[in-house]
């Protein structure tokens, strides 16, 4: 029996093609594990707030108010391909996409003149070199030569197609931080839907800057598997932040609504208020829910949404930012040895935590902490972040710094804290001079005699 080289090929990477790592991604937004425990009847309306908010992967939808880059490009109809009564599609030439990016599949196509002014088609099919343009025929809209419309969201699926290309293998399709590679990857990608970010300029209370979220993606993170992108251009760079913060604010959004339901709603509550000690049958409590949906939820999807955004253009302006209010300490031996004499004390208890030389085995990773989410121990000795995963100090003497190695980032690491992690604040408790003492201890470690 001979076989072909094509096909000796082919059995040779079958076994190759089965591996875990190799599967296809999920290719719609999948919905967290609180929301799905939810009743059927209160999950229901949150899933369909969010696709009617957000989309899905390849079909996304902008709102008002969002402070994300949507790059919406105004087009002209040119000429319009005669239909046939079985065709589908109506096909028509446009002028003014040449600047815009050239996979526009799936984006919404708003008419703001002639017949269809007001209705909303969906781009089927777009052939950038020709400037032909296909939406399904409809008998709200006849395209004619001249007919004005706004294609939307451009900007945002040009970041989305690089997030899928560069990052979501990592951090998965909604941002969960699940995809194929995650699971071989510690410590794990980034669960972008809390909307924390570790690594900030910003205040404890602020979220990130884009800057913040650029600088990540453009350097990586040092001691993790967060590469550097310095390939990318710029713009591309900010394209993805741009998706990013857009995956973020769906994820709080789809929290926000939970959480206002989850107390009365979810199936362990429901089984709880229809027992026989909680004296209500499911039909008074599908009752209520329903009054609550009709009443109360629009309003409290629209706190959510306004509120998360709010919270991201907040983070942009000046004053969430963490400027020092007086220059750098000079690093000389007597700030060093303050900043040891600080490090050692009970004002910062950095010892229990870091350790007495700094290597990361304080006292504090041998103790079982609560986890504040379920009010239940941690199964494992040591310190643990937000997103549940086990966090080991920082061993100092190494000298890998993932929010950066600058001076002013060790500043603002001890000024802020670590967002999402029990790293605390100092910037309420000690002085900027305390501060860059601190500082100038710190990273002299790696350098230091008993490294």
């Known amino acids: 029996m001979r076989f072909g080289l094509s096909r000796l090929i082919l059995l040779l990477l079958l076994p190759l093609i089965s591996l875990p790592g190799c599967e296809q991604p999920q290719v719609e937004f999948v919905f967290s594990k609180k929301t799905?425990?939810?009743?059927?009847?209160?999950a229901k309306p949150v899933k369909e707030a969010l696709v009617r908010q957000f989309g899905n992967p390849f079909a996304l939808t902008q709102f008002p108010e969002l402070p994300t880059e949507f790059g919406d490009i105004p087009g002209v109809v040119k000429t319009v391909e005669p239909t046939g009564k079985d065709q589908p599609l109506i096909r028509f030439e446009v002028?003014?996409?040449?600047?815009?990016?050239d996979k526009l599949q799936g984006l919404p196509l708003e008419w703001t003149s002639g017949k269809g002014q007001g209705q909303v088609s969906r781009v089927k099919e777009y052939n950038f070199e020709t400037g032909m343009v296909a939406v399904d025929k409809s008998a709200e809209i006849d395209p004619q030569p001249g007919d004005t419309f706004l294609l939307k969201c451009v900007r945002l699926q040009y970041g989305r197609d690089l997030y899928n290309r560069h990052c979501m293998h990592c951090h998965g399709m909604s941002g969960e931080g699940t995809g194929p590679t995650s699971r071989y990857l510690n410590p794990p990608p980034r669960d972008f839907r809390l909307g924390i970010y570790k690594y900030t300029s910003t205040k404890p209370t602020n979220k990130a800057q884009v800057?913040?979220?650029?600088?990540?993606?453009?350097e990586g993170i040092a001691g993790t598997y967060m590469p550097s992108f310095k390939l990318l251009t710029d713009d591309e760079v900010s394209a993805i932040v741009n998706y990013v913060i857009w995956l973020s604010i769906r994820g709080e959004t789809e929290k926000k609504l939970v959480d206002e339901l989850?107390?009365?709603y979810s199936n362990k509550a429901m089984a709880e208020r229809t027992s026989k000690d909680g004296g209500e049958t499911r039909e008074e409590v599908?009752?209520?829910l329903k009054d609550f949906m009709e009443e109360d939820f629009p309003d409290t999807l629209e706190f959510a949404t306004s509120s998360v955004s709010d919270a991201w253009e907040e983070a942009n302006l000046e004053d969430a930012l963490v400027i020092p209010r007086s220059a750098r300490v000079a690093d000389t031996p007597e700030s060093r040895e303050r900043g040891r004499k600080l490090y050692l004390s009970e004002k910062t208890k950095c010892a229990s935590c870091h350790g007495p030389q700094g290597r990361g085995n304080g006292t504090a990773t041998q103790d079982f902490w609560t986890n504040p989410a379920t009010n239940e121990k941690y199964p494992n000795r040591g310190l643990h972040d937000i997103w549940g995963n086990q966090l080991p100090p920082r061993d100092l003497h190494r000298g890998i710094y993932r929010g950066g190695r600058r001076p002013i980032d060790t500043y603002r690491r001890l000024f802020a804290g670590i967002k999402g992690t029990p790293m605390p604040a100092f910037g309420?408790?000690?002085?900027?001079?305390?501060l860059?003492?601190?500082?100038?201890?710190?990273?002299?470690?790696?350098?230091s005699e008993n490294r």
């Open 36 to 42: 799905n425990e939810l009743i059927p009847e209160a």
């Open 95 to 101: 002028t003014g996409l040449t600047d815009a990016y």
């Open 211 to 218: 800057d913040d979220l650029g600088r990540t993606v453009k």
């Open 262 to 264: 989850f107390l009365d």
């Open 286 to 288: 599908l009752e209520e």
């Open 428 to 434: 309420g408790s000690l002085s900027d001079e305390e």
């Open 436 to 447: 860059w003492d601190l500082v100038n201890y710190v990273m002299s470690l790696p350098y």
